[in-house]
């Protein structure tokens, strides 16, 4: 039977045994979604890059510890989130700004996701004014509304306490109204 007619759980199976077609599968139904989550926090496409690869290597090696509590989708982009996190803590601890981040243009972030074209223009005025908020509202609106995390597990993720998080939601969503609002002025 051909790799691309077996369902998600005989691919993982598959992995479990070490076979490289059934990853390559899993890897080719994927990737596309877990790059756009890590992009979505990192903001460089490289780093974007590197962050899935190492994700899915990751998940590859650590398959065992998979229970299916939640699908193997969800599983797979906490891991894409908690490393894209972990690079963007470790790149702002250290100061770094790449001279992609600086280069960063909204048309860049929407070749990178043509897959998922946004064919309401409003949709697409939200993310480009995302892009704009300051790094830690981006991520938390990130978490939130696009990748639809609760309360409870952004502040896990993130390392907050529940109450900041709160806030700080509150203070990004208010931030991204008040440009959305001037930007249609």
Sequence with gaps: MSQTKLDINQLLSLCKKGDQRAQMEVYNRYYKAMYNTAIRIVKDRFEAEDIMQESFLNAFMKLHTFKGEVSFGAWLKRIVINNSIYQYQKARKKNEVSINEIMYRVEDYNEDVSDH?????????????????????????????????????????????????????????????????????
Excluded: P, W
């Design 117 to 185: 074209v946004f064919t309401n223009v409003q949709a697409r005025k939200v993310l480009e004014t995302m892009n704009l908020l300051k790094d830690n509202y981006r991520v938390s609106l990130t978490l939130h509304l696009i990748e639809g995390y609760d309360y409870q597990e952004m502040s896990e993720i993130m390392k907050i306490s529940y109450a900041n998080c709160r806030t700080m939601v509150s203070r990004a969503k208010e931030s991204l109204r008040k440009k959305l609002t001037i930007s249609c002025l």
